[in-house]
């Protein structure tokens, strides 16, 4: 933003289960005010698909955690690169979103995952979209925005991401993944999807993604007015 200066990183965060409108939102609310956009699904999707081609079952081992600390994992800008490999086209189809939620239960995934997901939070600020990231990843964040809506709408608008994209899929096979997915990532003990305690919740059923994400600006910018003036109010 176009305003937003603290030496500090701005942190805001976005959960929400499968199909809430959370990476669009995010994505925008980023682009508007010119922090950086963090989609943490993409590193669980990437993770994923890297253990699922080397046939390793979504089971926890000291194997698996040896492996994934010597995995090689980048994120650069929209990019994510598994051992050097730019796999970002290849992690949203209908066979890894079957999968993801088995992989990202796993502690060891979680705990390859932290660190490389703070370390993105640099001044001016970050926007990120997840499923932990108020509870687990950035429990002091500045803003805590849950977002959800009605399940058929959600498998709807997965369903036609699907669709536009060529991938053979039907609706009642998107409501299938998006319910198991709520299931496996609510269910999960660690790091379960819950509304972080803090969290406006905003219901996006009906609602066009543009207005979702006016709304996710203004309260942007209201919490960042506020926390300016607290800590103007702090140095006197
Ligand atoms: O957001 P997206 O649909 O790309 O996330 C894919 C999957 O990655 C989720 O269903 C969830 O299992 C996992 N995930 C997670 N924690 C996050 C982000 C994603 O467990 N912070």
Request: proline share 5%; with cysteine.
């Amino acid at each position: 933003m176009n305003g937003f200066r603290r030496k500090k990183a701005f942190v805001v965060t976005i959960d929400g289960p499968a199909g809430s409108g959370k990476s669009t939102v995010a994505k925008r609310a980023a682009l508007e005010t010119g922090l950086r956009y963090l989609d943490t699904g993409k590193l669980y999707r990437a993770i994923a698909l890297y253990l699922s081609r080397q046939s390793i079952p979504p089971v926890e081992s000291e194997n698996l955690k040896g492996i994934l600390s010597r995995l090689s994992l980048k994120l650069e800008d929209d990019v994510v690169l598994v051992c050097g490999q730019d796999v970002t086209n290849e992690i949203h189809t209908p066979a890894i979103d079957s999968i993801v939620s088995l992989y990202a239960a796993l502690p060891s995934v979680r705990e390859r995952l932290l660190d490389l997901q703070r370390m993105q939070a640099e001044a001016p600020g970050l926007v990120a979209d997840g499923r932990d990231m108020g509870s687990v990843v950035f429990p002091d964040a500045d803003l805590k925005i849950y977002l959800t809506a009605d399940s058929r709408e959600r498998a709807r608008r997965r369903y036609l991401e699907q669709s536009a994209k060529g991938d053979e899929i039907s609706m009642e096979k998107a409501l299938s993944i998006v319910l198991s997915r709520d299931e496996t990532d609510s269910r999960r003990t660690i790091a379960p999807l819950v509304i972080p305690e803090g969290a406006v919740v905003l219901d996006t059923t009906g609602v066009p993604p543009e207005e979702v994400t006016d709304e996710v600006v203004r309260l942007m910018k209201e919490t960042y007015r506020r926390k300016s003036e607290e800590d103007l109010a702090d140095v006197r």
